[in-house]
């Protein structure tokens, strides 16, 4: 089995392909699994895997802090082995416990960096005890360094696409309020909201990762917005907000030209971008802009940032409202679940509201965030 992979193939194809072609040379290999951490969260979240028999851990996470063998091999590197998982785990935890359940005996756990920074782990599990022999580490060194170089450089490429489109826009730099903090929120309000629905539409954490990744770039088009409109304290009259609703047409022209300009127009994540910059106006019973779109007809990542967007948004100060509170933000969006809002996201939403709420404390601003016109709702 060869490992050449057009450029478009998306991660989780490619571990599978990697791991197929290991297993050639060693079958007894189960499971072969990348995790990715967060450092401003801690959180280490599922990310791709490739599992005979089904996947025990998605959309998992956990918070590196709480599990202290992997915060120490993250400190000192090197590899954890442990022989026989039944003796060495601790099977309270529920990863511990899943793991056990599939039949996993031995695992190989491998952390990888990026300029010298924890990036997230590499997890090898085999079927029989003492399978990670120090001759069988080192055949792996190759495939994991291959695996984890995979995962980083497409991150990397998406990343180096999010920045250009940033600094086109300069946002948070020059024209645009919106603070750092309110960027973090959304971008992991999204990721939570995805997760709730992940089983019911199919998702993969690669999906979700790039969903949060993608998510604050929603409104760039607001570069080719005028200030007076753009910054205008108080609510826009009507031919402003129509110039205002330019900035959708505006945000998928820029992102188009950028695409085309760093020749990534084959970035198989590209189109979660340019869905999100184009669809996050649109409301499911046809009613948003520019086109018109009803329910199933916007896309799903869409659909999620306006939820994600409007949540914070409610919650926070913008030009033509105080901030709202919790119990005015929960029926209002309540009431507009399956008119303005996705009835699906509106219930994620309301089952991950306490997680919502720590990612609230967690990232709150360091001053007032006055942001700038949203032009979701227009009767705010």
Not at 57 to 82: C, N, P, W
Not at 133 to 161: C, D, F
Not at 344 to 354: D, V
Request: glycine fraction near 10%.
């Amino acid at each position: 089995m060869g490992l050449l992979m057009a450029p478009g193939t998306r991660i989780g194809q490619q571990i599978e392909a990697l791991h197929g072609f290991l297993r050639e040379e060693q079958p007894g290999i189960a499971r072969m699994a990348i995790a990715l951490y967060d450092p401003e969260t801690d959180l280490l979240r599922t990310f791709a895997q490739s599992t005979l028999g089904g996947s025990p851990l998605v959309f998992y996470d956990a918070r590196l802090d709480d599990v202290a063998s992997l915060k120490d091999l993250a400190a000192r590197g090197g590899v954890r082995i442990l022989d026989d998982l039944s003796l060495q785990v601790w099977t309270g935890s529920v990863h511990s416990q899943r793991l056990l359940e599939k039949g996993y005996l031995s695992s190989l756990t491998v952390p990888f960096y990026e300029a010298g920074q924890l990036r997230g782990f590499l997890f090898y599990d085999a079927l029989e005890r003492q399978y990670f022999t120090p001759a069988v580490v080192r055949r792996l060194e190759v495939h994991g360094n291959l695996a984890t170089l995979l995962v980083l450089g497409s991150l990397a490429t998406a990343r180096v696409l999010r920045s250009a489109v940033r600094m086109a826009g300069h946002i948070g730099q020059v024209r645009d309020r919106e603070t750092g903090a309110h960027i973090s929120r959304v971008s992991r309000y999204a990721k939570a909201i995805a997760t709730g629905l992940a089983w019911e539409f199919g998702l993969t954490d690669e999906w979700i990762e790039f969903l949060g990744l993608f998510t604050p770039l929603h409104d760039i088009g607001k570069i080719g917005i005028p200030d007076h409109i753009l910054l205008k304290e108080g609510p826009l009259a009507p031919e402003e907000l129509e110039v205002m609703r330019t900035h959708v047409a505006k945000g998928v022209e820029l992102v188009d030209a950028l695409a085309r300009e760093f020749g990534v127009e084959g970035l198989p994540q590209l189109s979660i971008l340019r869905n999100i910059v184009q669809c996050h106006h649109e409301r499911v019973d046809g009613g948003g802009y520019p086109r018109g779109l009803q329910g199933e007809q916007i896309p799903l990542e869409a659909r999620i940032v306006t939820v994600a967007d409007v949540y914070d948004g409610l919650l926070s100060v913008r030009p033509y409202k105080p901030a709202w509170t919790e119990d005015r933000v929960l029926d209002f969006m309540k009431d507009r679940a399956g008119t303005h809002f996705d009835s699906a996201c509106i219930a994620s939403l309301l089952s991950q509201w306490e997680r919502l709420r720590d990612i609230r404390e967690r990232f709150k601003a360091d001053g007032p965030e006055d942001g700038t016109h949203e032009a979701y709702l227009p009767e705010l």
